[in-house]
């Protein structure tokens, strides 16, 4: 690690250099201005790009150049008496140091007071504006979120994937009645986890998408209470908001968990000074690896994208042994909430309805693909061979997949899955700030919300990754065939309106559903799909010929999106591939 510290207890930086460089301006010295600014520069980049990790120790004043350095640091650690400012723009300068990267990450108006003003805010409040409230940048809501593995600057993103649940939580304690009791238990288990994760990685831990597994029953109020609620703070662990009818344990893991005990233990106990002593205490140490509670997979494992991974056991916004059955609770939740959303709104304009309603989509989407991954999945175990008795891959139970499937069906695919209701449509509108719907029309963009959550989905299960795996996995040990599955997949789809009219979101799904089928079997990549995959996407393309042939009665716009499809499966049909 490298460390970036003030000299003094009363400020990592106190902005002198910006005194000196309005001070050269000032005599016309031009050129030491250029050497300052290239410097200053450089060295923000290099600390952007280091290899190691940069952590800075942000105590006291933050401001000039030292703003620039924490900003492009890859962790920054406030305490209670940091002061933050921009004195530069006070003195008629711009906001440099790093404001391009802050700035753009918090609220246009928050962003202008402070870059306009050199305002002096401390870290209290950016804590609570940009992480306990509801702001939120409404076109990053239904992205699948999450750092990218391939990329060379990589960073952890937890306290912005916990806002959207802080915002949910908040929901769903609210449609409950709950009191400020249980608001403030969340919020105080959430700056635990917050905390806690960046101090472990600190210590350098990394992720752990493994560890939310860790309790079969997350409302077990006991095994919570003896274990902890996740195996190791170092997950992207989705909220734990209990559903009617459960008890509410920790709405995170608010404690260092049983893996990160082990591992800090591992890395930071002190060395006994007989050496054979110590090397039995290691090996005794790693002779644990394969107890259940310090279960580990991180970034490089999880199935965050689709492609990616392969055990769903490893994943981000899961939570429990029974991951299935917690997101099809969540979306249970959701769905409830939805149905009430309007019946008790209070406010000045209903951005933040509007808000609200985006909030559960993307729990829609999160929950929806954390399911999607058990279909096709295998797990992993890495243990040496002979320290366990599970073999190294093994695929997920057939009726765990179909179960998966199922909820999709139900949740994602289903004729009702949008959920709310007409009322609740005519209310979703955002608050308009000068000239903010300029580059799209404001008007709520409900069918492309719903199949941004559906193809993500699909993503998953149509990549040829995934036809691949199911493929090879009936080879050892997996009994949910690829016929089968894209038959469960093509009726989720198909079936539920199949002899009476469909309703304007299923047209949309089944149109994108087809058309990826199509492009399977005849598109520009179709040559990299297995040939197994093909063979199998072509009999449901026959099933929905023979389907779409027969003469049924519907409205309109029915026989006119069941033409399209017609005509989408006859096209690719007829090509001589």
């Not at 050199?118 to 950016?126: F, H, L, T, V």
């Not at 009191?179 to 986890?193: F, H, K, P």
């Not at 993500?456 to 599955?485: A, K, W």
């Not at 009999?539 to 006119?560: F, H, I, P, V």
Request: hydrophobic share 40%.
């Amino acid at each position: 690690h490298v460390v970036i510290a003030g000299s003094t207890p009363r400020a990592f930086c106190a902005g002198g250099d910006v005194r000196d460089l309005y001070q050269y301006i000032q005599r016309g010295d031009f050129d030491r201005t250029r050497v300052y600014f290239r410097a200053e520069y450089n060295a923000d980049l290099d600390i952007y790009a280091c290899s190691k990790p940069v952590v800075s120790l942000a105590d006291g004043i933050v401001m000039g150049g030292g703003a620039g350095l924490m900003q492009c640091s890859r962790y920054r650690v406030a305490s209670e008496t940091t002061r933050f400012a921009m004195p530069e723009s006070a003195i008629g300068l711009f906001p440099d140091a790093g404001a391009s990267i802050f700035l753009g990450r918090i609220p246009r108006p928050f962003a202008m007071f402070l870059g306009l003003t050199g305002q002096i805010i401390g870290a209290d409040i950016m804590l609570e504006f940009s992480f306990l409230t509801n702001r939120l940048r409404i076109r990053d809501v239904l992205q699948p979120g999450g750092l990218d593995v391939n990329s060379p600057f990589r960073h952890c993103e937890l306290g912005a994937q916990m806002q959207m649940d802080q915002m949910f939580a908040a929901q769903a304690l609210a449609a409950g009645g709950l009191g400020e009791a249980q608001r403030a238990q969340l919020i105080e288990d959430s700056m635990y986890m917050l905390i806690l994760h960046e101090i472990g990685h600190t210590l350098g831990l990394t992720h752990n998408m493994r560890a939310s597994q860790l309790q079969p029953d997350v409302f077990d109020a006991a095994a919570v209470a003896a274990k902890g609620l996740s195996g190791s703070v170092m997950d992207y662990e989705a909220v734990n908001v209990a559903p009617p009818g459960k008890t509410q344990t920790p709405f995170y893991q608010n404690r260092p968990g049983l893996y990160d005990l082990w591992a800090i233990e591992f890395g930071y106990a002190p060395s006994l000074v007989d050496a054979a002593a110590e090397k039995a205490r290691l090996q005794a140490l790693l002779a644990r690896s394969t107890e259940p509670e310090l279960a580990y997979g991180n970034d490089a494992d999880d199935m965050r994208r689709p492609g990616r991974g392969i055990d769903p056991h490893i994943n981000i916004y899961d939570h429990s042994g029974d991951a299935v059955g917690y997101a099809e609770q969540r979306l249970q939740l959701v769905r409830d909430i939805q149905a009430d959303l309007l019946a008790e709104y209070q406010g000045e304009t209903y951005q933040a309805l509007y808000n609200s309603f985006a909030v559960l989509m993307n729990q829609l989407s999160r929950s929806g693909g954390v399911v999607s991954r058990y279909v096709g999945g295998v797990h992993i175990n890495r243990a040496a061979p002979g320290a366990a008795a599970a073999p190294p891959y093994q695929p997920v139970a057939a009726r765990q997949q179909q179960r998966a499937m199922q909820v999709l069906a139900k949740y994602i695919f289903a004729p009702d899955a949008l959920g709310g209701s007409e009322s609740v449509y005519q209310h979703l509108q955002r608050q308009r700030r000068g000239f903010d719907f300029s580059a799209e029309p404001e008007d709520p963009k409900l069918h492309a919300m719903m199949l941004s959550v559906q193809k993500r989905i699909l993503d998953h299960l149509l990549h040829p990754r995934t036809l691949q795996r199911v493929s090879d996995s009936r080879l050892y040990g997996n009994d949910y065939e690829l016929t089968q599955m894209l038959n469960d997949l093509t009726g989720a789809i198909f079936e539920a309106d199949k002899r009476g009219t469909v309703n304007s979101i299923r047209q949309n799904l089944q149109v994108e559903y087809l058309k990826r089928l199509v492009s399977i079997w005849r598109g520009n990549k179709s040559s990299k799909v297995p040939h197994l995959a093909r063979s199998a996407v072509l009999a449901q393309l026959e099933k929905l010929a023979r389907q779409l042939g027969g003469k049924r009665r519907a409205d309109a716009a029915t026989k006119a999106h069941r033409r399209h499809l017609q005509f989408l499966v006859d096209r690719a049909l007829s090509v001589n591939v």
